[in-house]
Nanobody
Framework: QVQLVESGGGLVQPGGSLRLSCAAS????????MYWYRQGPGKQRELVAT???????HYSDSVKGRFTISRDNAKAMVYLQMNSLKAEDTANYYC??????????WGPGTQVTVSS
């Protein structure tokens, strides 16, 4: 059974850091490009970061220079290190993966709240 489980969210003050994790199971992880998306209150889901199966990365302009995506193929894990967090980063964060343009089912996500 294919499953994506996100963790690591929480409440953090502006300027703080969090590291999100996503555990994938039921897939040949090395074959997949992995993504982090987020959906803030009243907003559409947006792509935050991408990492290809060979480690190439891409970031949205809103997080570039603050967030870092990484993956551990041996553990079938993908991570999102988030630094210098801002109130506008508040959202539910989701990971997903795609192979040949076909995405996996969404997991429950993990909530990140940036507030003083």
């Amino acid at each position: 059974q294919v499953q994506l489980v996100e963790s690591g969210g929480g409440l953090v003050q502006p300027g703080g850091s969090l590291r999100l994790s996503c555990a994938a199971s039921g897939i040949i992880f090395n074959d997949y490009t992995m993504y982090w998306y987020r959906q803030g209150p009243g907003k559409q889901r947006e792509l935050v970061a991408t990492i290809s199966n060979n480690g190439g990365t891409h970031y949205s302009d809103s997080v570039k220079g603050r967030f870092t995506i990484s993956r551990d193929n041996a553990k079938a894990m993908v991570y999102l290190q988030m630094n210098s967090l801002k109130a506008e980063d508040t959202a539910n964060y989701y990971c997903n993966g795609a192979r040949f343009g076909i995405f996996l089912s969404w997991g429950p996500g993990t909530q990140v709240t940036v507030s003083s």
